[in-house]
């Protein structure tokens, strides 16, 4: 537990520098820095996604997402710095609006569904959406050894799922309360941890 506290206490320091850090407008002098983006996007996408760490959970990136500015995230982690600082993490460049609004524009790689035969899902906005695979994997090991409750960093919050009562809310807000389950892998959902639903087959989505 005193991990998972370490790691969230580091993102928010993060998170911070970035609100308290906003981009300057760039100099005559630094007219080469749309060359050196352009430069970030070609090695990045020469790099298999699967060995690419995110900057923000400091894991291998997981549902993948690129920024404008080309640095490449996990969704949840890029959506909680959207909510929180609005702005990249690596280069404080603003994260474009529509982010969070139409989060399928910016993803690359390959979405899968987890080939476990239960998985957790949460209720959201009109149903029910299954957690990342990260997240999902920690909830059940937690459920199968047998805790009360689990402490889980999600988009740079800390949440508690609570077993007993089966509902999660974060640890900062604990008056908003939202449904879990244990289900069928195959049941019916609106999406992943926030992607929709038709988002998810298996094959490339956005450019790698």
């Not at 993948?64 to 702005?87: D, E, I, M």
């Not at 892998?185 to 639903?197: D, F, I, R, V, Y």
């Amino acid at each position: 537990m005193s991990s998972l506290f370490n790691r969230f206490q580091s993102l928010r320091a993060r998170m911070s520098r970035n609100v308290q850090r906003r981009p300057e407008r760039p100099s005559s002098d630094e007219s080469s820095d749309e060359e050196q983006a352009a430069a970030a996007i070609n090695n990045s996408m020469n790099t298999s996604l699967s060995q690419q760490e995110c900057s923000v959970c400091i894991s291998v990136v997981e549902l993948p997402v690129r920024l404008p500015c080309a640095h490449l995230f996990c969704y949840t982690c890029a959506k909680g710095l959207a909510q929180t600082s609005n702005s990249c993490a690596m280069c404080r460049s603003p994260i474009p609006i529509d982010f969070l609004l139409e989060p399928d524009k910016y993803v690359v790689g390959i979405i899968k569904e987890p080939s476990n035969e239960h998985s957790w899902f949460y209720m959201g906005c009109n149903g029910w959406w299954m957690y990342e695979p990260r997240v999902q994997t920690e909830i059940e090991e937690a459920f199968k050894s047998g805790e009360k409750t689990f402490e889980a960093l999600i988009a740079g919050h800390l949440y508690v799922v609570d077993f007993d009562n089966m509902f999660q809310y974060r640890k900062d807000f604990p008056s908003k309360r939202r449904k879990i389950k244990r289900d069928l892998t195959s049941s019916s959902h609106k999406g992943l941890a926030g992607l929709k639903q038709e988002m998810r087959p298996e094959f490339p989505l956005g450019k790698e």
